[in-house]
């Protein structure tokens, strides 16, 4: 079953611009966590935060989390071609498992 | 690279087989995750096995089946192949709660 709920499920922007990608989920967590894939292949992770924080910066990335709203964003800032992709938000709880969101498709045109 | 491969890359089975994907882990991480991605969505957790013992289950069925060896890699058995096993199919190492290291993955396809 999906924990997370991505949105929008598609964002399509030009080059320079920022991206914001939004995701939801349902019971309490340890740590909420990022990736990106590409062409559907294998995951890449981006950036972890845990329950604890509240934001957290990884060069052009930028992760809030909101437990009260069970909710988190990913913010992309001055976007590029190469980060066309999608996007997943996951979360992990105390049985070691993530769980997945349905993903962000981001298209960035050039 | 993250140091996690898997085996093979594509495959293409016929309904009723079975097929073994394979998975070798990063060094010194002891839990590994498979997951199925059909396409178009996000990845489904099958299950999960931590120091050679599973350790947590999707909903899948028995007909979905796994190993992990003392080295840590690990292997992902699918009898009586469906259809709609057809799929991209994950796997990834990791410590505790830690984030996840993915391989590739394995495009299977049953027709």
């Known amino acids: 079953s999906q924990q997370g709920e991505e949105d929008p499920q598609a964002l399509s922007i030009q080059e320079g611009e920022n991206a914001t990608m939004n995701c939801s989920y349902k019971?309490?967590?340890?740590?909420l966590q990022w990736y990106r894939q590409n062409s559907g292949r294998g995951l890449v992770h981006l950036i972890l935060?845990?329950?604890n924080e509240r934001e957290k910066h990884s060069g052009r990335l930028r992760v809030t989390l909101d437990t009260s709203k069970k909710s988190s964003s990913l913010l992309i800032t001055a976007s590029r071609a190469a980060d066309t992709a999608s996007y997943f938000c996951?979360?992990?709880?105390?049985?070691?498992?993530?769980?997945w969101g349905l993903g962000t498709s981001l298209a960035v045109n050039p | 690279e993250t140091g996690v491969t898997q085996s093979p890359t594509h495959l293409i089975k016929t309904r009723g087989q079975q097929v073994t994907l394979r998975c070798s882990s990063q060094?010194?991480?002891?839990?590994v995750s498979w997951y199925q991605q059909a396409l178009g969505q996000g990845p489904q957790f099958i299950f999960q096995?931590?120091?050679?013992?599973?350790?947590g289950r999707g909903n899948f069925p028995p007909r979905f089946s796994g190993l992990q060896f003392p080295n840590y890699s690990s292997e992902l058995n699918v009898n009586a192949l469906e259809l709609d096993d057809s799929a991209l199919y994950l796997c990834?190492?990791?410590?505790?709660?830690?984030?996840?290291?993915f391989g590739q993955g394995t495009r299977l396809t049953v027709v």
């Open positions: 060094s010194g991480h002891n839990t």
């Open positions: 990834a190492s990791s410590l505790v709660n830690t984030e996840a290291f």
């Open positions: 096995y931590y120091r050679e013992e599973e350790n």
């Open positions: 019971t309490s967590i340890n740590n």
């Open positions: 996951a979360t992990a709880g105390n049985n070691r498992k993530l769980i």
């Open positions: 935060i845990r329950s």
